[in-house]
């Protein structure tokens, strides 16, 4: 088990501040990490930073708004000026849901500013401070989005789309240092983002024939693969999107009728 011990050993995780980026921070934490967290408010971090050191371990907050190369410059110098960054956890994103006849020039620069441009950006910042030391790890968070579309999500569908391709070409040119590049791809899980669309029973039961194991996903059930990222567990493992979407992309569609396979 030593293979997914983090002691001491510091991430970074942005968009900590709530659902998916704090429970992988927790893990993270659990496992022996510890933690630099952000969020554009950073008063929002407090509670999270309380709840994160019941696991024993250094929590700092800085405030991040991946739209602004100002912010993220400030951020990663804060972060780095108390320790050394070795995980690297790409997390905040945003979405705006909308057909693609109703999406504004605005809508599309929100959304890829903050998942693909402010998401490069702030991992050419922090490798700045891996590559010396010859080892790092960067994990970008993508979706099944990354590999499906659907429709109402062209801009985020476009945005995740890129993590996954952004991975593999930061994966090619770090990994003759030592670092490795992998992109976390969640499938459907319930989030404050999507909460409207669980709200609406029919569409959730549509949504759970077309996952094999029957279910959305759990906020914990990303634990195991993010330790498993930024571990030595995953040493010759890079550029590569693990999805953790219940079986979603196998591209079933609905429960075939009995007697039918």
């Known amino acids: ?26 893990a993270l934490a659990r496992a022996g990490a510890d933690l630099v967290i952000t969020a554009r408010d950073v008063a929002s971090l407090e509670e999270p930073r309380r709840k994160l050191e019941t696991h024993g371990h250094q929590v700092d907050v800085v405030a991040l708004d991946l739209q602004h190369e100002d912010s993220i410059c400030e951020a990663v110098e804060k972060a780095t000026a108390s320790g050394s960054v070795d995980i690297l956890l790409n997390n905040a994103g945003c979405n705006i849901r909308k ?10 620069n929100t959304i890829l500013d903050t998942n693909l441009r402010g998401m ?43 993590v996954k391709q952004l991975t593999m070409s930061l994966a090619d040119e770090f990994g003759p240092h030592g670092i490795t590049v992998n992109c976390l791809a ?3 899980f319930r989030t ?22 029957r279910r959305p996903g759990k906020a914990e059930d990303l634990d195991g693969a993010v330790v498993f990222l930024a571990s030595d567990a995953s040493n010759y493992i890079t550029g590569q999107t693990l999805l953790v979407d219940g079986g979603i992309s196998t591209g079933a569609t609905r429960a075939m009728p009995k007697g039918h396979g």
Not at 11 to 19: E, N, P, T, Y
């Open 192 to 213: 404050a983002q999507n909460d409207v669309l669980y709200q609406d029973e029919e569409w959730l039961n549509y949504l759970v024939d077309r996952i094999p194991l």
């Open 99 to 108: 057909p693609a006849m109703d999406v504004r020039w605005e809508d599309w």
């Open 1 to 26: 088990m030593t293979l997914f011990d983090l002691t001491g050993r510091r991430a970074l995780v942005s968009g900590a501040s709530r659902g998916l980026g704090l429970q992988m921070a927790g």
């Open 120 to 162: 490069f950006f702030m991992t050419q910042r922090v490798v700045r401070s891996m590559l010396p030391r010859k080892t790092g790890r960067v994990i970008n968070i993508g979706s099944v989005t990354s590999v499906f579309g659907y429709a109402g999500l062209g801009p985020y569908c476009a945005s995740r789309g890129g």
């Open 186 to 188: 969640p499938g459907w």
